[in-house]
């Protein structure tokens, strides 16, 4: 304890010296989060600051080991960094697949090499990854995927379509699941690639939602040639890492239930519907629905820290992060309902310099993806059931 108290000391220190106060404050959509890569355009010096900092301190993946850029911290120490940063109002200085989903994997299954070659640019936000895994015909059941990849000897040539890659128009790599023996059984016989977007053979066609805007993508792969050193893993195996890597991208998409640096919902409805003579918002429905959704709101955080602990200690049930999923995302949704409702009629303008472009009425449209992307609410429900409660099939 004297030893976290001493670190916590240090760590406000050091981020009330070091985060830029416009960094303090909530991303205004999402054009104003830090992605990173090579055709990343910073929205502002003191974001650019601001990243650069934490990636000297290693602090964009606090926990990954210094080897690879990370600050070596951890896990009490990550959570009481977590914490100040979120009681300062930090910004996450880097938001990133390649932190939450592939680096993990990289951890695990990577060779030596791999790992130093793309781990250090992870964490400097040098590339900005997507994710090669729905197919027109493969969503929830992913194993039928059919994209191939065949062995040319230095070489593996990939044809195939994969659809809803997220920012895959942005994208510099991507992290890729292929059949790689198509006579193999269904969940054997894929491989786990990764390879340069900007690879002849590629492209990617951008799909429109109704928020108006689009972080999805249909991707195609033409004769794409990647060479044999960028597979993951063992050939025919990568099942396996795509599990694996599937946890990952639940507990990131579960996370969103947690409003971390956001302004309190309270304060978002005091500016538009003004309060009474005691300082209490003036709608005493909405208030206690806000209410009801902040307890709500810290339990889960409570619970996505209890449940890595858990997983820490060699006690967890992979199958937990179906839990945060679904949850978060539902939570996720419920307050992007009250910012609509916090805001009155002003949260429906769609177009405008004040309302940022109608931001808060397209966060609030792009909510409803939440609930299908990386594994619809059904799909984790029935894993729930299964894989948790163990009751039996239908």
Same mark, same amino acid.
């Not at 650069?52 to 600050?71: I, N």
């Given at each position: ?49 601001? @990243? ?5 301190? #290693? ?13 070596? +911290? ?5 959570k009481v960094l977590r914490a100040e940063m979120r009681s300062l109002g930090c910004r996450s200085p880097l938001d990133s697949f390649g932190i939450w989903? /592939?680096?993990?994997? /990289?951890?695990?299954? #990577?060779?030596?090499?791999? $790992? ?10 040098? !590339? ?13 059941? @992913? ?14 040539? !990939? ?12 994208? &510099? ?20 690639? +990764? ?5 002849? #053979? ?5 799909? +429109? ?26 050939? =025919? ?11 990952? %991208?639940? &507990? ?27 300082? %209490?918002? *003036? ?7 806000? *209410?009801?959704?902040?307890? &709500? ?11 890595? &602990? ?17 949850? #978060?995302?539902? +939570? =996720? $949704?419920?307050?992007?309902? /009250?910012?609509?409702?916090a805001g009155g009629t002003d949260a429906l303008e769609w177009e405008s310099d004040r309302s940022h472009n109608g931001a808060r009425a397209r966060n ?8 299908? %992307? ?7 429900? =029935? ?12």
């Open positions: 304890m004297p030893d976290l108290e001493t670190f916590q000391r240090d760590a406000r220190a050091w981020l009330e010296a070091n985060c830029p106060p416009e960094m303090r404050t909530p991303p205004r959509n999402e054009e104003d989060r830090c992605w990173g890569g090579k055709r990343w355009k910073f929205e502002s010096a003191a974001q650019r600051t601001w @990243l650069e900092r934490m990636v000297a301190k #290693g602090w964009t993946v606090p926990e990954w080991p210094t080897a690879y850029g990370g600050g070596g +911290l951890s896990r009490e120490e990550a989903m /592939l680096g993990p994997a /990289l951890l695990k299954y #990577g060779s030596e090499e791999q $790992k130093r070659h793309y781990l250090p640019q992870i964490t400097r936000g040098e !590339i900005r990854w997507c994710q090669g895994y729905s197919e027109p015909n493969a969503g929830s059941d @992913l194993a039928s995927l059919q994209t191939k990849a065949e062995d040319k000897g230095d070489h593996f040539l !990939i044809n195939g379509q994969k659809i809803w890659t997220s920012y895959a128009d942005k994208a &510099d790599w991507i992290f890729c699941l292929v059949r790689t023996d198509p006579a193999a059984k269904k969940h054997e016989g894929i491989s786990f690639l +990764l390879f340069d977007m900007t690879s002849q #053979g590629v492209s990617t066609k951008p799909i +429109l939602l109704i928020s108006g805007k689009s972080p999805f993508c249909e991707t195609f792969f033409d004769n794409v040639k990647v060479p044999k050193n960028q597979l993951v893993g063992t050939l =025919n195996k990568g099942w396996d890492i795509a599990k694996y890597l599937l946890t990952h %991208e639940r &507990d990131m998409i579960g996370s969103m239930g947690d409003g971390g640096a956001n302004r309190p919902l309270g304060q978002v409805a005091a500016q538009s519907l003004g309060t009474t003579a005691a300082g %209490e918002l *003036a709608d005493p429905m909405l208030r206690a629905d806000i *209410a009801h959704f902040e307890i &709500d709101e810290a339990a889960f955080r409570m619970t996505m820290e209890r449940a890595g &602990d858990m997983m820490k200690a060699g006690q967890g049930n992979p199958a937990f992060s179906s839990v945060l999923k679904y949850y #978060g995302t539902e +939570l =996720n $949704k419920r307050r992007h309902e /009250l910012l609509m409702s609030w449209l792009r909510t409803k993806a939440n609930s299908i %992307e990386g594994g619809t609410s059904e799909v984790q429900l =029935n894993i729930v059931a299964k894989r948790i409660l163990g009751l039996p099939d239908a």
